[in-house]
């Protein structure tokens, strides 16, 4: 089963035409928490992310993310987005690469300028991803917690235009923000990205 980073990831790329969302570093930050918060790890408390539990989750990403968390201070939720997003991009950009589920493609345009993107080696790879988080945006709530996670992420990260093409069936600004926002983490990607837009 892929983890919210790749699935993340892999809609991201093939959303984008080959090249990463704006705030996808954001979303992977975000990604790595929930998934963090899906083993019972980390949780707020009050303002503030604490850990819950430090035990190892057995997978090397999300444990050394882990042990930052706990070997600092608590810190708000989207002061925590930031410096968890730190390296993601490349680490997750190269597995994908590595197991082959995106392709690296480099080319040059005016002799100068190198353009790379990643493609996706299979076009259904997010198939199950995309068929779930349409499900359920259409009924306005997730059947599972993986879900809605990436459903809020992709809403926090602006994907949805992309994911949902069709206006018709699109869900509203007002309903890609509530979705965005139903779990604080996902708010928390979205107030990093209002900050960053400011500079």
């Not at 790379?116 to 059947?143: H, K, Q």
């Not at 992709?154 to 992309?162: G, H, Q, W």
């Not at 890609?176 to 400011?198: M, Q, S, V």
Request: with cysteine; hydrophobic share 40%.
């Amino acid at each position: 089963m892929p983890t919210l980073l790749e699935e993340l990831a892999l809609i991201s790329h093939e959303s984008t035409n080959g090249r990463a969302s704006t705030h996808l570093d954001l979303g992977l930050g975000g990604a790595v928490l929930y998934e963090l918060v899906l083993a019972g790890r980390i949780g707020l408390d009050g303002k503030k992310v604490r850990v819950l539990d430090p035990t190892p989750t057995g997978d090397p990403l999300l444990d050394s993310r882990l042990a930052a968390i706990a070997a600092d201070k608590p810190c708000s939720p989207h002061a925590l987005v930031k410096e968890t997003k730190k390296g993601l991009l490349p680490t997750v950009r190269d597995g994908l690469v590595a197991s082959g589920a995106l392709l690296h493609e480099s080319t040059k345009s005016l002799g100068i300028f190198t353009d790379i993107r990643y493609r996706s080696s299979d076009r259904n790879a997010t198939a199950d991803a995309r068929t779930r988080l349409a499900s359920a945006a259409r009924n306005g709530r997730a059947f599972d917690e993986r879900t809605q996670a990436l459903l809020s992420l992709v809403a926090a990260i602006r994907l949805e235009n992309s994911l949902f093409p069709d206006r018709r069936t699109r869900p509203s600004r007002k309903e890609i923000r509530a979705l965005a926002e139903a779990h604080w983490i996902g708010t928390a990607i979205r107030r990093a990205i209002a900050n960053r837009d400011r500079l």
